[in-house]
């Protein structure tokens, strides 16, 4: 492509990207304003019990509260009057506690936000810890063996909900260093960006430590290794180079954290803007969760904007002109432990479940509440007295079935949306700052809750992070030598796909799914614990840390099976990958 031809392509790919941005934003808010409506629930019902708990309203009551809110004009009209108010600064009263939206949805914004770049500097300093090995050998020509990247999986495994409750009971109530409650100054910040930061800084650095190798194998690298450039200097560019295909994951991964924190806003008791929109949801209370969409939304596109502009400065003309050298992954030799290590894991979770496949996971025996484990009880009881054992293992091949199901469904709808990334980019930064939560309510609300509604809920934002890393991926492909030469030679689309664009999406994509594969799991127990997905008593492994999470400090072994189940399953998982990249 010359420079002529992509500057002529440049102004009608922005206008369809704005497009696109304006109409997947209204769809949103239109969705939002429905939802009351969706529900089949009576809104006036709901915002009258959320007002005052009552459980048997008269219908004067519920006359009065329709005609204050003006419910019977419908749902359209009252997102005109909303919309109508914006310019003005007006978004509105809520409809429960009759205060003024915006400054509510300002604050809760602020905190969110606040929060989420502590857990940005977090997610840096742990992607940097996770990469640091391999920049250093590759950085001296010392790159043998490939990393399986099982520390990665393991801390991505790790549930963020659980380890803001961990942070909360050690750091905070017995240690004293930080406040384990509340949002009072920095000191507050330090604990909750722990627990949000680590696992999405295992995220980003796993994908990023996979890709280094490939531009430290680049000519330039060993170019500058032989005329004596110093090891940094080699690493700094190495990791500019890496870091275009990696970036774009951090606006699901990290900026998402802003309306999807809920859990862990509510363990440290945070007003932060998922926890406002989750509680507006659930009242149906549309002032205020129509001003936090609209928040999220603009945040997302301000977000895609900046990291789409990062992208490009770090790539610099090359992506422009179309001399972009592709990278390729070197045949580095796996290590040994590798094996070891995906054959303990195997292990270490295929026991427990067969053995709990044997013990009935239903019973329920009041006396033997939350007792620790024995003989009887391997991993211990839950709250209701029944074997967690026999629940584990009964909840595994359901949990896994789900998960992997709703992961191959994201992974098939991101590549097809990344592909058509200049008419898709717009509806990829609104579902990445999208919660899950917000998306199981207005699934759930037209399909009624079940586990396949609220699967279809996290597939309806869990398509993003494949979408953005295979546009990013694809673009470079595009802008490569090799890319050029095809096409001059007369390739076609089908034998461009088959030999360039899927060799070069398809490993990374698979891999960045393959770690996220855990949070696919507590996603959707999330959705269950609301009451819009899988329901109780299924033992499901989600819902069992879900059930189990108010008991961590009384009594932490109620989570410490499942918990544990899902960090093997992440790390056989991605060492399994690797073992089978050997192998080609």
Not at 35 to 58: C, E, F, H, K, Y
Not at 281 to 304: S, Y
Not at 517 to 534: D, I, K, R
Request: glycine share 10%; proline share 8%.
């Amino acid at each position: 492509m010359s420079v002529m031809s992509a500057g002529t392509e440049a102004g009608p790919s922005r206008w369809r990207a704005g497009l696109g941005r304006l109409v997947a934003g209204a769809a949103l808010l239109t969705a939002v304003a429905l939802l009351p409506w969706l529900s089949g629930n009576d809104p006036a019902l709901t915002v009258l019990r959320a007002r005052s708990a009552d459980q048997g309203p008269t219908p004067e009551q519920l006359a009065a509260v329709r005609e204050q809110l003006g419910l019977d004009e419908g749902p359209f009209t009252h997102l005109a009057h909303w919309l109508g108010g914006l310019p003005r600064g007006n978004a509105g009263t809520s409809w429960v506690s009759g205060e003024p939206v915006l400054p509510e949805v300002t604050t809760a914004f602020a905190v969110s936000v606040t929060l989420v770049l502590g857990a940005l500097v977090v997610t840096l300093a742990v992607a940097a810890l996770v990469c640091t090995p391999t920049l250093y050998l590759g950085s001296r020509r010392r790159l043998r063996r490939a990393r399986a990247g099982t520390a990665a999986a393991l801390l991505a495994a790790l549930p963020k909900f659980l380890l803001a409750s961990l942070l909360a009971t050690v750091c905070g109530v017995w240690l004293g260093w930080f406040p384990s409650s509340g949002w009072e100054g920095p000191a507050s910040m330090v604990l909750p960006a722990l627990a949000l930061g680590v696992p999405s800084g295992a995220m980003i650095g796993g994908l990023l430590d996979q890709s280094l190798p490939a531009a430290f194998q680049e000519p330039w690298a060993r170019t500058w290794h032989a005329f004596g450039f110093r090891p940094g200097t080699v690493a700094r560019n190495a990791l500019r180079r890496s870091l275009t295909g990696v970036l774009p994951q951090l606006l699901p991964t990290v900026v998402g954290l802003v309306g999807g924190a809920v859990v862990v806003e509510k363990i440290f008791n945070i007003p932060g803007l998922g926890r406002l929109a989750l509680d507006a949801a659930i009242a149906q209370d549309l002032p205020p969760l129509q001003t936090a969409t609209l928040a999220l939304v603009l945040l997302g596109v301000v977000a895609g904007l900046l990291i789409q502009a990062l992208r490009r400065a770090l790539l610099g003309p090359a992506l422009r002109d179309g001399a972009l050298p592709a990278l390729h992954a070197p045949a580095l030799a796996r290590r040994r432990s590798t094996r070891w290590i995906a054959g303990f894991c195997a292990v270490a979770l295929l026991a427990p479940v067969v053995v709990g496949l044997l013990r009935d996971p239903l019973q329920v025996d009041t006396a033997a509440r939350l007792l620790p484990p024995s003989a009887a009880h391997p991993l211990g009881t839950d709250s209701l007295g029944r074997d967690l054992l026999a629940r584990l293992g009964h909840g595994a091949l359901r949990t896994a079935a789900v998960a992997l199901a709703v992961t191959a469904v994201s992974v098939l709808v991101g590549l097809l949306l990344g592909s058509a990334a200049r008419m898709s980019a717009g509806l990829m930064e609104v579902a990445s700052t999208l919660p899950a939560v917000l998306a199981g309510l207005l699934t759930t609300a037209v399909t009624g809750p079940s586990v396949w509604g609220a699967a279809l809920a996290v597939c309806l934002v869990g398509w993003t992070p494949y979408a953005a890393q295979a546009a990013a991926l694809i673009e470079e492909e595009r802008a490569s030598s090799h890319m050029q030469a095809s096409l001059s030679f007369g390739a076609g689309p089908w034998h461009l796909t088959r030999r360039h664009y899927l060799p070069a999406v398809l490993p990374a994509v698979l891999r960045n799914a393959l770690l996220r594969l855990p949070t696919t799991v507590l996603v959707l127990a999330s959705l269950g614990f609301l009451g819009l997905g899988e329901q109780p008593p299924t033992p499901e492994w989600g819902r069992l840390l879900s059930e189990n999470q108010p008991y961590v400090e009384l009594a932490p072994w109620t989570v410490l099976g499942p918990a544990c189940a899902l960090v093997l399953l992440s790390v056989l998982a991605v060492s399994g990958t690797a073992l089978g990249r050997s192998r080609r």
